[in-house]
């Protein structure tokens, strides 16, 4: 008997902490500082923005990527904790589009279709 008391007590107060440990790993993502920046993504056509805003879906610190087609800007939010705006305008690049400061190889933009073949600017 003495020991089913221990042992409820122990899971009681074992649960107890695992809801405390919960609760601040919680309030600690909401207090995650997120960066709002935007940017210049060259693409011609919705593919591109499919393409473009695809580029940073399930990306870990990315909660909000939209390009814009009528005026080429990019807008993401994202935890600068977890990732760098760098490394997200060279997961842009990879899939072929062209931003402001980093330029998609020729032989992955060269394989975009010929509707999102966009002007590439001059480096």
Known sequence: ??????LIVFAIGFM???ANAQEQNHEAHHKAEFKKEVFTVYGNCGMCERTIEGSLKNVDGVVLADWDEETDQMTVSFNPEVITL??????IADVGYDSDTHRAKDEV???LPGCCQYERPKN
Do not use: E, L, S, T
């Open 1 to 6: 008997m003495k020991k089913n008391i221990f």
């Open 16 to 18: 107890g902490f695992y």
């Open 86 to 91: 760098d490394a997200i305008k060279q997961k």
């Open 109 to 111: 933009y060269n394989n």
